[in-house]
């Protein structure tokens, strides 16, 4: 029997949630049981209220707001737990097409795919500032860089999983999960993919979006930690390069003058040549170091598998 879990991180989301729940499937081509789950994040509005009105059939309560990463990840084992075979992630503004869900989970039913992600038309969604829509682009190419994917729209919440694919997600950003968890896939070799699906009208303004200033300056904060922590001796030895070659300019102008026997010492200009080749061989180090303990990571996210595996009785 193939269940599907249809999970949908809430806070405060009372007015919405009833919408997004009168859209989503109770059965689907392919599945032979469509569950809810509805992860209410400390919310201090009637959102717990209406989750059970509408009979969702799994309901995690946070009592403080843990932010949307921990949301996500506690609906992934908790999914897990209920015996999903797939897991599909929405939001609770109802930004996604509810009858897009076949189309996304089309690509694992085949066999094509661990996990879907569903690419929106981002240059077509009219509430999207431009800033936002340039860095929907942005952040999309760092994370096709970083995992060697290529997926179009990495910031999109709309996405599926299959069973072996959710034990593998581990989310360390507490701001959002969705560039973090398709590097993980990339790294881990897991084959992931897109489809295109359609978004309904705005209901209410993003949560992540408080100012396209905040916003900018926070995805551009995850993106970097994302690629320090993926990809760590690649960030260290790029951020080296700049300090070292630089020093290494400044120190080749000093021996210039020094051969053409010039009056002045231009001491002042060696230290600084001096400084800068340290950083950038102090950073190199730092990249070994952090490359080292991703290996140790890589281990530990292996241990971590494994005790899913059996605490969830995967074969």
């Given at each position: 029997?193939t269940?599907?879990?249809?999970?949908?991180?809430?806070?405060?989301e009372?007015?919405?949630?009833?919408?997004?729940?009168?859209?989503?499937?109770?059965?689907?081509?392919?599945?032979?049981?469509?569950?809810?789950?509805?992860?209410?994040?400390?919310?201090?509005?009637?959102?717990?209220?209406?989750?059970?009105?509408?009979?969702?059939?799994?309901?995690?309560?946070?009592?403080?707001?843990?932010?949307?990463?921990?949301?996500?990840?506690?609906?992934?084992e908790?999914?897990?737990?209920?015996?999903?075979?797939?897991?599909?992630?929405?939001?609770?503004?109802?930004?996604?097409?509810?009858?897009?869900?076949?189309?996304?989970?089309?690509?694992?039913?085949?066999?094509?795919?661990a996990?879907?992600?569903g690419?929106?038309?981002?240059?077509?969604?009219?509430?999207?500032?431009?800033?936002?829509?340039?860095l929907?682009?942005?952040?999309?190419?760092?994370?096709?860089?970083?995992?060697?994917?290529?997926?179009?729209?990495?910031?999109?919440?709309?996405?599926?999983?299959?069973?072996?694919?959710?034990?593998?997600?581990?989310?360390f950003?507490?701001?959002?999960?969705?560039?973090?968890?398709?590097i993980?896939?990339?790294?881990?070799?897991?084959?992931?993919?897109?489809?295109?699906?359609?978004?309904?009208?705005?209901?209410?303004?993003?949560?992540?979006?408080?100012?396209?200033?905040?916003?900018?300056?926070?995805?551009?904060?995850?993106?970097?930690?994302?690629?320090?922590?993926?990809?760590p001796?690649?960030?260290?030895l790029?951020?080296?390069?700049?300090?070292?070659?630089?020093?290494?300019l400044?120190g080749?102008?000093?021996?210039?003058?020094?051969?053409?026997?010039?009056?002045?010492?231009?001491?002042?200009?060696?230290?600084?040549?001096?400084?800068?080749?340290?950083?950038?061989?102090?950073?190199?180090?730092?990249?070994?170091?952090?490359?080292?303990?991703?290996?140790?990571?890589?281990?530990?996210?292996?241990?971590?598998?494994?005790?899913?595996?059996?605490d969830?009785?995967?074969?």
């Open positions: 029997m269940k599907l879990i249809i999970q949908i991180p809430c806070y405060n009372e007015h919405t949630l009833g919408i997004t729940l009168d859209a989503l499937p109770r059965q689907l081509p392919g599945i032979d049981l469509v569950e809810w789950l509805v992860i209410d994040d400390g919310s201090r509005d009637r959102t717990f209220e209406v989750a059970k009105a509408y009979g969702v059939d799994h309901i995690i309560r946070f009592s403080t707001n843990q932010g949307l990463a921990k949301a996500f990840i506690a609906g992934i908790a999914g897990l737990k209920a015996g999903a075979d797939l897991i599909v992630n929405t939001d609770a503004d109802n930004q996604y097409c509810a009858e897009d869900i076949p189309l996304l989970i089309q690509p694992i039913l085949l066999g094509q795919a996990i879907v992600i690419a929106r038309p981002i240059w077509e969604i009219r509430h999207f500032s431009l800033s936002k829509k340039l929907q682009k942005l952040g999309s190419w760092v994370v096709r860089l970083a995992s060697n994917t290529h997926i179009p729209d990495a910031p999109s919440g709309f996405r599926a999983f299959s069973r072996e694919a959710a034990m593998q997600i581990n989310v950003n507490n701001y959002t999960y969705t560039l973090e968890t398709i993980q896939a990339g790294q881990k070799g897991m084959t992931i993919t897109s489809v295109p699906i359609r978004t309904n009208s705005v209901l209410r303004p993003s949560r992540l979006v408080k100012s396209p200033a905040s916003y900018v300056m926070r995805s551009l904060f995850t993106i970097l930690r994302i690629f320090m922590l993926y990809k001796l690649r960030f260290f790029i951020s080296g390069s700049i300090p070292f070659s630089l020093g290494f400044l080749c102008r000093w021996l210039v003058y020094f051969w053409l026997g010039t009056d002045r010492t231009r001491i002042p200009s060696l230290i600084l040549a001096a400084i800068l080749i340290l950083i950038g061989f102090q950073l190199w180090m730092f990249g070994l170091v952090a490359d080292l303990m991703a290996a140790n990571r890589r281990l530990l996210e292996e241990v971590q598998l494994r005790l899913r595996r059996r969830y009785d995967y074969d």
